[in-house]
């Protein structure tokens, strides 16, 4: 491709609407541009990229045995009523009536219609296994959608469905996805974790995310520094003994004290002189099923929401309303505590406060907290669970050892679904002695265009994107320094058809502009190589060859430039 | 691919859903399924056929110098405000509103989204031109989908638009696209006419259609049997004199005769001793201004609604509505004519009746007709224009030779849109002088998903499909008449493994069944050629190859099947 002719609008300045580096540098180097919230056209620069995520995303797929198909977009509301999830899903999913006043939506994702595709084909154990994928635009109707491609609205997903006779088959489709995804994401060059997950609204009873590391992700996922125990901190269950060096002191004297202005559990410790993890944070929340319940954690530890919800076996969980806290407490939000509350709610505590004495908890009254709290004296009908996030104090569930936080990306996610769907959409088969039974699913999906901006976020330095090779747009970039020089521009030109004829994706930049200018959006667009046609070659016949990622420079005769080249085809 | 694990449903029935025979073959050869009304699953045999006329457009675009890029399906009310065609397009635009009660619609084609990002990147004559495509999911809310891709809902498209600076640049741009076109059409092996056609809805005013010949087709087409002349009959010039060889017959006196329950034009040529070109036809019309309108032509030419819409200067057209008849003829629908009407309507006569004598027509009274009717005698105030169908009995306007008329299916379509997007819009840029102009447009599509099924209404027989070869979706299918017979079972694995090495997009059936069915399964899927491995090996050593196009079989010994092997290799 020839700079000239392309249609790359590089950005000298970061666009106002972006927040996070990699949206900045994917609009910078004209990848992408925004038409709405949270919807974008890919430009061709951005487009390339994605084509190569897409490709070794297919290739992995076929490896796997995964068959692809293509299903509608627009799905009827009739199979999400058979799911159950037409009521169910929140307003993500986009619902509208077509011209004869039907009621349809816009697939977030295509379990009710593969299901249906499924349930019609199949008869018996014999059509099985099964493994369906595609590669399509999603739409979810994100209440915010930010980040660039990162948390858009429309989007490109991988998204693939196993259907098996059994458990045990599941688990090796399960299995062969996993290592699939494995091998996708390092063929794209991510530095990235596998990590248990949360099975979610999808549904399903194992999970697995796959996280690309990056300081700004959304998740965190915790691992261990010693054995292969990884997980999303959504999920990670905390062993950590309920030890905490109380269980010898008497109880004293519950006091109640003024604490003027005082809300966060940092000020409460500072103003009290009691340490973080003797204040006893109570956090008033509210199911979908009309619940109001008071959470309990340490003053160092956070709430985990996903947690909670399991053990009250809700949906959704939300911070209590203004006025349900002041009817429940008495007070104004900040400070509830379990003592003394006006309303019979449910009280959980996490497992780390069980044996803590002499605690400090918000009196359910403006500016008090009260002090030498404990349970049975103070507090009765308290259930204790593990309803915290793990954090780097807790050791590793699995082996004990020493775990870590980090940040992650989630572009990757593998469930199983188990006979959730096709027991509620009657996709069953005859097995063996002909008996019928539920097929058992999994589903498999990748973030396409989200793996293109996570990668551009996890490697990217001050001077713009520096892709992994396997998914750049283009391997090389030949940038002639002054093209109005005839040999300059006719050594460029016979290099860039010599990398053309090998295979290699090359970009030749012959546009009549400053060098400055040319090595500027060179790296801005982030290509690995380039090679610079200048005034070298007419010196001693050679070129240069700089290197993006190490900012290095060779400088190679033109007779041996032929060895580069062949080095470079990482497009094939 | 294994056909053993391939998820591939072929039917014995013809499902009652389909009319058109390419649409029973499809479902038939498991290569698509209906999700709903206009809405398909492609199975992995249908998309393989999609991909393979995907690549063809995707290759002949790049070569012709576009870009690919990719736009967003979801698309804000705003832009088509800009347009005009928020208000302006039909029912097909499925609007519809998201969660934060914002007004979008699903992309049914992309001249506002693209003229939006061209108009922000363009600012001068140096970065045009400029040709972008993609190639996407467009949905178009039909009001009777039917015949399966040919008029679904969901489609795939490719969707191109060019960006010049004037009307001579769009000139280059619009013929070398016309070109690709041919290449892209040649290349699938179809037999196509490119025709002039009408511009339509989308505005512009050059434009031709790509029609791929089919005796079901829902257009059609006229050509001269000598020059290059070919267009749309909706389009067609007549230019047929208006000599009807009764200029010489003196005006008799006008009569009204009883026609009890003569309606249709043949039956009353018939009742009446008449021949059909002396009755005229009296069609009432309303245009979307709410004029009520009687065209007439010859009882043996139809009438053409494109031309009335441009003669009247309208955007909609349609039969009037029976109290529309009743109040401005007298009488019900069927017995209209231009003398003694109620009302003053426009009257618009075919240019082929000017030199008619003593005529036919609708008496305005049920079960009656009037004779010898003239014109300026009996009617007045008429206009006369080309308002009717071009026939195989008219010459071709531009060199007099005579025309054919075939039927078509629309598969492409290239417009010179002008300036009509980018003058709403605001799409300019700064011309050499440093004026500010605005970009001059063409847009060329063709319907991706459509094409596959026009190959197969143009392509089949009474076994089945008869894939060309370039977008068959195997190029070749190796059966094993036994595969419990260790010795053809591996002789067939041989090659098809041999076949996979040379890059021959293979299918291998291992299946364990009759090899009737398996025939017959070859067969109906259409695969260009089929080798079996059976009983004649072991006889003589050699395989049958069967040409599925021609059904002839040649015997070739199991050590020459390489040369077959090489002749085969379409899909690079």
Redesign the interface.
Known sequence: MRYS???L?TLKEVPSEAEIISHKLMLRAGMI?R??SG??????LG?KA?RKVETIVREEMFRA?A??????????RELWEESGRWQKYG?EL?R????HEHD?C?GPTHEE?IT??VR??VRSYRDLP?N?FQI??K?R?E?RPRFGLMRG??FVMKDAYSFDVDEEALDRQYWNMFEAYCRIFERCGLDFKAVKADTGAIGGHESHEFMVIADTGEDEIASCTVCKWAANIELAEVKSGSDSGDEGEAFDEIKKVNTPGVKQVEDVSEFLKVPLHKIVKSLVLETDKKDVVVAMVRGDHELNEVKMKKVLGCDELTLAKEATVERVTGAPIGFAGPVGLREKVILIADNSIKSLRNFVVGANEKDAHLLNVNWDRDIKDVSFSDIRNITEADPCPECGSTIEIRRGIEVGHVFKLGTKYSEAMGATFLDKDGKERPIVMGCYGIGVSRTVQAAIEQNHDELGIVFPEPIAPFDLIVTVVNVKDEELRASGENIYKAALSKGIDCLFDDRDMRPGVKFKDAELIGIPVRITVGKRLKEDGSVEVFHRKTRQVELIPMEKLEDVLNSLKYSS
Do not use: N, W
């Open positions: 002719k392309l249609f609008p541009r038409l709405a919807l974008y056209s890919y430009l061709p487009l994605l045995g068959q692809e198909v293509l299903l509608p977009m627009v799905q009827p307003k986009l509208f009536k077509d011209r349809f816009l219609v249906d595709l019609r084909e099964l369906l399509q635009t739409f109707d209440i609205r429309e």
